[in-house]
């Protein structure tokens, strides 16, 4: 939003800004893919909440996303799904790479399956 002054008067008049003269670059973020930015979020504990805030606002100043049209912004939503898609990713990898060689038991009953509480008289 802009101020002016009216010249007549001494009132502001508050002018909505039509759409904006720079024009934002003509990216649709449905194919995009958040690897890194899930990636970097997990590492430092920043929620889905806060990361959209951010990226959004990296993606305003690259001029990617306009305030006039909201449909290329990053929701939570997809941000969450994008961490939750690295991570069974991950999972997978980590699984994969993993050999266990044997899995071996006792047979000994522990006796920590019951567990009683004993109570002393005095």
Do not use: W, Y
């Amino acid at each position: 939003m802009s101020l002016s002054e009216s010249s007549s008067t001494s009132e502001i008049d508050f002018q909505i800004d039509g759409p904006s003269t720079s024009k934002a670059r003509q990216t649709d973020l449905r194919g995009v893919d958040f690897r890194n930015l899930a990636e970097a979020c997990d590492r430092t504990g920043v929620s889905n909440r806060c990361a959209s805030f951010l990226a959004n606002a990296v993606l305003q100043d690259l001029g990617v996303v306009s305030r006039n049209d909201p449909s290329k912004l990053l929701n939570r939503n997809k941000l969450r799904r994008e961490r939750k898609r690295r991570r069974s990713e991950i999972k997978k990898e980590s699984t994969r790479n993993l050999e266990i060689t044997g899995l071996c038991f006792d047979g000994r009953k522990d006796r920590t399956l019951l567990m009683e509480k004993k109570t002393h008289l005095s």
